[in-house]
């Protein structure tokens, strides 16, 4: 079943604009995750943040996260061509038993314009 | 260091066949997932292997199986194959170690005719 849901479902700006992706999940987490599949690809692993951090940058990437509306925001500034790609969410809600498999949002469809 | 690689690519079979999907983790990881990507369900958790055992699976049916091997590699098998089965299969691996991202090859994509 699906956890997170991204908003918007499609988004499409302009090269050199900032891009910004919600999620929203249902259950308690460990920690939150983000990835990035270009069309017919394998996930690419962009950032994880755990539940105890609200904020994490990474290059041009930005995350927050709140735990209280269980929801996660992803920003993308100074857009690409190459960054053209759906991205998703995906929550761990690993048990004291180890790891577990990550539940994914339906995903956000980005398009740079260029 | 060379990634999750899957095999085969593409995969094409009829209604009732089997198929079998391989995946080989990156040197060093010890746990391997398999997800099934389908148009219009998005990405849904299969299984997870960890030192030769299935440790979870996600809310599949029997015929979806598969086992891991001592190098740690891993095949996906899916019995009496149905049109719906028709999907982009992906395998990650990662250390076992809790809160680890994990990390995905390029998928095996299975088309049912």
């Known amino acids: 079943s699906q956890q997170g849901e991204e908003d918007p479902q499609a988004l499409s700006i302009q090269e050199g604009e900032n891009a910004t992706m919600n999620c929203s999940y249902k259950?308690?987490?460990?920690?939150l995750q983000w990835y990035r599949q270009n069309s017919g690809r394998g996930l690419v692993h962009l950032i994880l943040?755990?539940?105890?951090?609200r904020e994490k940058h990474s290059g041009r990437l930005r995350v927050t996260l709140d735990t209280s509306k269980k929801s996660s925001s992803l920003l993308i500034t100074a857009s690409r061509a190459a960054d053209t790609a759906s991205y998703f969410c995906?929550?761990?809600?690993?048990?004291?038993?180890?790891?577990?498999?990550?539940?994914f949002g339906k995903g956000t469809h980005l398009i740079i314009q260029p | 260091e060379a990634g999750v690689t899957q095999s085969p690519t593409h995969l094409i079979k009829t209604r009732g066949q089997q198929a079998t999907l391989r995946c080989s983790p990156i040197?060093?990881?010890?746990?391997v997932y398999w997800y099934q990507q389908a148009l219009g369900l998005g990405l849904q958790f299969l299984l997870w292997?960890?030192?030769?055992?299935?440790?979870n699976r996600g809310n599949f049916p029997p015929r979806f199986s598969g086992r891991q091997f001592p190098n740690y590699s891993s095949e996906l098998n899916v019995n009496a194959l149905e049109l719906e089965d028709s999907a982009l299969y992906l395998c990650?691996?990662?250390?076992?170690?809790?809160?680890?991202?994990?990390?995905f090859g390029d998928g095996t994509r299975l088309s049912i005719l």
């Open positions: 995906a929550t761990d809600s690993y048990s004291g038993g180890g790891a577990d498999g990550l539940t």
């Open positions: 259950t308690s987490i460990n920690n």
């Open positions: 943040i755990r539940s105890n951090e």
């Open positions: 040197s060093g990881h010890t746990s």
């Open positions: 292997y960890d030192e030769g055992e299935e440790r």
């Open positions: 990650a691996s990662n250390l076992d170690r809790a809160g680890q991202p994990q990390h």
